[in-house]
């Protein structure tokens, strides 16, 4: 197939260029920043440079390509939020919604028929929510008026928009939270060998992950055999504590002890990352990828994952 990639340059992008490659695909990775177009074509993609949130701009830079589909990947989630409340016109949100309507805009001009977004498991809703681990049954976009409502509410609108686009495949990624090359693992072990604080004492919440490869393979998967209008969940076997997660992290970057701080100091100062650490504990069952996509991580937890750094 001929893919148009957004979010080409970034952790997930990078790894999925390669898989797709390796799928027998070609990769038109678009770039926003055009120092990374060496980037892109080192990792085997055809750049074309453009801003999603650019409608005009996109459009003229695809005017006269045809692609298979469309998969969009492109976030904005590197600055800590600090605000008492995310705001509609989060980068990332703004992504979510007008980036993906500007993308179904480019894939009707490509000839594009399928379509994958990515979403986040986070979509559930930033609340504990048991032992019992979420299937993609449970209700997606649950909203409780708390600080992280806009990301919530920008998970949703990015998967309404391609389930429900006319002539459109549309699949969403529900992404366990992303660890390895260029994900969280590598920015909290920066924050811990410049002893800054980076969660929580305490355990805090459960979380799933996965690992960016894992991610990357099962985005490929969703494009060959997911089914259209369908989300799928995508999360290691071993959700853990955000305790256990910096644990790991410290052993694999061989980083000094992670700093912790109250978590009622943390909902003071960096409200989301209160309401993300102390206030949210979800499990994630990916059994309908396993079944549908025939897909499996290859690193059944954080620990698997990061120890291959260390070997
Ligand atoms: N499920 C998850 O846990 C999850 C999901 C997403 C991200 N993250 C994590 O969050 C951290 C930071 O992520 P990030 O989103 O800042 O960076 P990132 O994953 O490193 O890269 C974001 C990608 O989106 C592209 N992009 C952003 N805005 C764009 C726009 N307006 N038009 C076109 N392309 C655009 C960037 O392109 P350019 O380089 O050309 O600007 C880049 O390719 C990483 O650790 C990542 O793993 C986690």
């Known amino acids: 197939m001929q893919v148009l990639l957004a979010g080409a340059t970034g952790a997930i992008g990078r790894p999925l260029i390669r898989a797709l490659i390796a799928d027998g695909n070609t990769v038109f990775a678009l770039v926003r920043n055009p120092a990374n177009h060496a980037l892109a074509r080192e990792l085997g993609a055809e750049p074309v440079i453009a801003d999603v949130l650019d409608r005009d701009g996109l459009l003229r830079a695809l005017d006269g390509r045809v692609a298979d589909a469309v998969i969009h990947q492109a976030t904005a989630l590197r600055e800590v939020k600090a605000a008492r409340r995310i705001p509609a016109d989060d980068p990332t949100g703004l992504l979510r919604t007008i980036g993906t309507a500007n993308l179904l805009d480019a894939a009707d001009l490509l000839g594009a028929r399928r379509f994958l977004v990515q979403s986040l498991i986070l979509g559930y809703g930033y609340r504990d929510h048991g032992e019992r681990p979420l299937t993609e049954r449970d209700q997606f976009g649950v909203y409780d008026g708390g600080v992280a409502d806009e990301v919530v509410r920008a998970c949703v609108a990015g998967e309404e928009q391609v389930f429900e686009a006319a002539g459109v495949d549309g699949i969403?990624?529900?992404?366990?939270?992303?660890?390895?090359?260029?994900?969280?693992?590598?920015?909290?072990?920066?924050?811990?060998?410049?002893?800054?604080?980076?969660?929580?004492?305490?355990?805090?919440?459960?979380?799933?992950?996965?690992?960016?490869?894992?991610?990357?393979?099962?985005?490929?998967?969703?494009?060959?055999?997911?089914?259209?209008?369908?989300?799928?969940?995508?999360?290691?076997?071993?959700?853990?504590?955000?305790?256990?997660?910096?644990?790991?992290?410290?052993?694999?970057?061989?980083?000094?002890?992670?700093?912790?701080?109250?978590?009622?100091l943390i909902r003071l100062v960096v409200p989301?990352?209160?309401?993300?650490?102390?206030?949210?504990?979800?499990?994630?069952?990916?059994?309908?990828?396993?079944?549908?996509?025939?897909?499996?991580?290859?690193?059944?937890?954080?620990?698997?994952?990061?120890?291959?750094?260390?070997?």
């Open 172 to 264: 969403a990624l529900r992404y366990g939270l992303f660890y390895g090359p260029g994900a969280f693992s590598d920015l909290f072990a920066d924050l811990m060998g410049k002893h800054a604080p980076v969660g929580p004492l305490g355990p805090g919440g459960v979380n799933s992950w996965i690992h960016v490869e894992d991610a990357a393979a099962a985005t490929v998967a969703a494009l060959d055999r997911g089914t259209p209008g369908r989300a799928y969940n995508l999360a290691d076997d071993t959700p853990i504590t955000w305790r256990e997660f910096f644990a790991e992290v410290s052993r694999a970057h061989q980083t000094p002890r992670p700093i912790r701080l109250p978590a009622w």
């Open 272 to 311: 989301y990352i209160g309401a993300l650490m102390a206030d949210t504990s979800m499990r994630i069952s990916s059994a309908r990828a396993h079944e549908e996509l025939g897909w499996r991580p290859q690193h059944t937890s954080v620990a698997e994952g990061l120890a291959m750094r260390t070997r």
